[in-house]
């Protein structure tokens, strides 16, 4: 069974960027077929998609951060990354990370990191 | 990006009620719709895929249907444990979007 897991930062200063990791168990990113996907949830509100990256390294951002979001895929660890620039106070939320199935679904997700952009 | 809403925006219900929460999307999206709970302080959980599917392992008090514009969502007997939001996803479009959520709780 897949597992996933980020890690990074809890706080970040304000302006500076962003950094999350997530560490694939129980499948390999390389074996294609799913998109790693990021997803965030402000305090008590609703969920953000941020956007994914396949196991080439081709991505896709949501239009609204696309300015600010890079994607990456380690597949020698495994792991697949977020960095978001320019991070302010509203960029506060629960970072998921998810794979993404043939249906659009996430049917795996990490357990979530809280991030809160502070100066 | 195709808007998604939902309504009722929460409830409060009695054990064994039967509970309909209704998904619009701004745009036909054929059946390209999931559904997912969310207990606080955990990641969601997918509950329903294409409209209609079932995940497995999950109980079959759940059920949801539509294509199109209109979905619904249904727990035929709620129990203390369907305590939580509920959101519907889109995934006809780029990018994902999600329903503001309906929360739903126990009277």
């Known amino acids: 069974q897949v597992q996933l897991q980020e890690s990074g930062p809890g706080l970040v200063k304000t302006s500076q960027t962003l950094s999350l990791t997530c560490t694939v168990s129980?499948?390999?990113?390389?074996?294609?077929?799913?998109?790693w996907s990021w997803i965030r949830q402000h305090p008590g509100k609703g969920l953000e998609w941020i956007g994914y990256?396949?196991?080439?390294?081709?991505?896709y951002y949501n239009p609204s951060l696309k300015s600010r979001v890079t994607m990456s895929v380690d597949t020698s660890k495994n792991q697949f990354s977020l960095k978001l620039s320019s991070v302010t106070a509203a960029d506060t939320a629960v970072y998921y990370c998810?794979?993404?199935?043939?249906?659009?679904?996430?049917?795996?997700w990490g357990q979530g990191t809280l991030v809160t952009v502070s100066s | 990006d195709i808007q998604m809403t939902q309504s009722p925006s929460s409830l409060s219900a009695s054990v064994g009620d039967r509970v309909t929460i209704t998904c619009q999307a701004s745009?036909?999206?054929?059946?390209?719709l999931n559904w997912y709970q969310q207990k606080p302080g955990k990641a969601p959980k997918l509950l329903i895929y294409?409209?209609?599917i079932l995940e497995t392992g999950v109980p079959s008090r759940f059920s949801g249907t539509g294509s199109g514009t209109d979905f619904t969502f249904t727990i035929s007997s709620l129990q203390p444990e369907d305590t939580a939001t509920y959101y519907c996803?889109?995934?006809?479009?780029?990018?994902?979007?999600f329903g503001p959520g309906t929360k739903v709780d126990i009277k």
């Open positions: 129980g499948d390999s990113i390389n074996s294609g077929g799913y998109y």
């Open positions: 998810a794979r993404e199935a043939g249906h659009g679904e996430w049917g795996s």
């Open positions: 294409d409209a209609s």
């Open positions: 745009q036909d999206i054929s059946n390209f």
């Open positions: 996803q889109q995934f006809d479009n780029l990018p994902r979007t």
């Open positions: 990256v396949y196991y080439s390294g081709s991505t």
